[in-house]
């Protein structure tokens, strides 16, 4: 099999893709599906990489696409080598790698290091026999002296982190599902065996890695009990601050082994799911150049509506990312409610998404987009019969994770040109929000992610510019960027009233608004921004 490789490289072109791209997340059960089963699969993606092309994006990352039961969507691995049966085979991975490479498309897949799945055949021989070679692949022990588990930890799914194998008489810790157990990266054949899954998939080609909560694969070595917090009573994984079953300082010699690998390879990329919400820990998985490419900095997932709260986590992740690392920025995924929807206002349409969409797009740091938003994809409510994600069940409904998860809607019909069956999850509202009508239209949301991706592409300032925040008015977050005498001016207005900003001085240079032909300024001195609308603009 020939291996695939993008055309360009840094030492082509000049620009290291991650750095100066902008990242498309794929859930691939619900982006195409090619087969009419009703699941999205590679087929699909493939067959819909224009769009994205057309769109804009550099890169795509795709969530587990590998062998799975499926107790969790994928993030439950049976096998790392290897492409689920739903989602297709390698030769269908090649082509869509190979495809995607023609268009100067990069892939991203998501690795799954902290645990695996219960029918992972290392799993299956470790809970075998107390005296199994692959018996310490797993964290297995004793019961705790009285009974009962060996320490208090919780699993973030609800429960205990730990579960009793009757005939063998030990515990293994799961740090989610009981059907995740935790691999034990304290075991050097662990680490040999998950450095071999990475080069399985580098050596085919792929550009890199999304890394799934990979600030838990190193815990307190004597695995001592979480102190709780105060009054934190019945609050399951709440209840505890999670100081010994994640993010041991000895995670940072993990992930310098793991940059290893990577470093055997040119060009590919590490973006971890550092999912503690303090940048200062988040920005530590950096390293000095030797760990992370990317840390997730999932603070603007929990942001309100708010300039100010923007402002402040923007400028802070920006100043605690080292030199040597890039920060990014994200605002929706797989796990957190659609940001049309958590930022919904009645007065104003698509407006704030229209401003988050600026405000990604033209931040400093690599955007990652989730599908869908670029038509403004909202929630989608779920009838309780019709739920799927494990969350519903192990902790609420209302905590499922399904209303962000639904099929790409393609077109305004009742399947969304998604599937010819019976799609896994409810299509939602495809009148308002789908990519056929939006095309058409250069007054929609897309066709703005479009320019706003065009912009970023042309623009230097905004690719690589230093930021610097604008004085402003209450309830607007303006900053500069500058970079090789190029400036960029933008300013967010977050306020439901219209305001006036002075963005600096002269002719704006090219302007891009986020509301389709809104009167642009002469002079940056006098912007005016209606309620909910941004304005970037281009100097030099
Ligand atoms: C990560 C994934 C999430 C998954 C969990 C367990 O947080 O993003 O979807 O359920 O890890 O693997």
Not at 144 to 173: C, H, I, M, R, S
Not at 209 to 223: Q, S, Y
Not at 506 to 518: E, K
């Amino acid at each position: 099999m020939p291996i695939s490789r993008p055309r360009t490289n840094e030492a082509t072109t000049g620009r290291l893709w991650w750095r100066d791209g902008v990242v498309y997340q794929i859930y691939p059960r619900s982006f195409m599906d090619s087969n009419g089963d009703g699941v999205g699969d590679l087929e699909g993606i493939r067959q819909r990489l224009d769009h994205l092309v057309w769109l804009g994006v550099d890169a795509i990352w795709i969530s587990p696409c590998f062998p799975s039961p499926m107790k969790d969507f994928g993030y439950d691995v049976a096998d790392y080598c290897d492409i689920e049966p739903l989602f297709g085979d390698l030769g269908d991975f090649d082509r869509l790698l190979a495809d995607a490479h023609a268009r100067d498309l990069r892939i991203l897949l998501d690795w799954v290091p902290n645990h695996t799945s219960d029918q992972h055949p290392w799993f299956l021989a470790s809970r075998s026999s107390r005296d199994d070679p692959k018996r310490d692949f797993y964290v297995w022990r004793d019961p705790a002296p009285g009974g009962g588990p060996p320490n208090n930890w919780k699993a973030v799914f609800g429960g205990d982190a730990w579960e009793l194998d009757e005939a063998t008489g030990q515990y293994y810790l799961h740090s989610f599902l009981p059907e995740q157990p935790d691999l034990d990266w304290r075991n050097p054949e662990v680490v040999r065996a998950m450095h071999a899954t990475l080069r399985f998939w580098l050596d085919r080609g792929v550009d890199g890695f999304r890394m799934d909560v990979i600030h838990k694969i190193a815990k307190d070595p004597e695995l001592r009990d979480n102190p709780l917090v105060p009054g934190g009573e019945g609050r399951g994984y709440g209840s505890q601050e999670h100081v010994n079953d994640e993010n041991h300082d000895d995670v940072h010699a993990l992930l310098r082994g793991i940059r290893g690998v990577f470093d055997e390879y040119d060009e590919r990329m590490a973006v971890g799911e550092v999912y503690i919400l303090d940048p200062r820990k988040v920005s530590r998985f950096y390293g000095d150049g030797d760990e992370l490419h990317q840390a997730f900095n999932f603070k603007l997932t929990h942001a309100r509506w708010d300039a100010a709260e923007f402002e402040r986590e923007v400028l802070f992740f920006d100043e605690l990312v080292p030199e040597v690392g890039w920060p990014n920025l994200v605002l929706g995924s797989h796990d957190a409610p659609r940001h049309a929807s958590r930022y919904d206002h009645p007065e104003h349409g698509d407006g704030r998404a229209r401003v988050a969409a600026m405000l990604l797009l033209t931040g400093r740091g690599t955007p990652f987009l989730y599908y869908g938003e670029e038509i403004g994809m909202r929630n989608v409510e779920i009838p309780e019969d019709r739920l799927q994600d494990p969350l519903a069940w192990t902790l609420h409904p209302k905590v499922s994770r399904d209303p962000e998860r639904t099929p790409m809607q393609w077109e305004d019909a009742p399947k969304a040109g998604f599937s010819t069956g019976d799609p896994w999850l409810p299509i939602g509202d495809t009148a308002a929000h789908n990519v056929t009508a939006q095309r058409d239209e250069p007054s929609s949301l897309m066709n703005l992610y479009r320019e706003l991706l065009a912009l970023r592409r042309e623009s230097g300032a905004l690719r690589r510019g230093s930021l610097r925040a604008l004085p402003s008015p209450d309830g607007v977050f303006a900053f500069e960027r500058t970079h090789e005498g190029q400036r960029a001016a933008v300013a967010l207005n977050f306020s439901d009233a219209p305001v006036e900003v002075s963005l600096g001085q002269g002719a704006p240079g090219r302007v891009l608004h986020t509301v389709h032909g809104a009167a642009l300024p002469d002079d940056l001195a006098k912007v005016h921004l209606p309620a909910a609308s941004g304005i970037c603009a281009i100097q030099g």
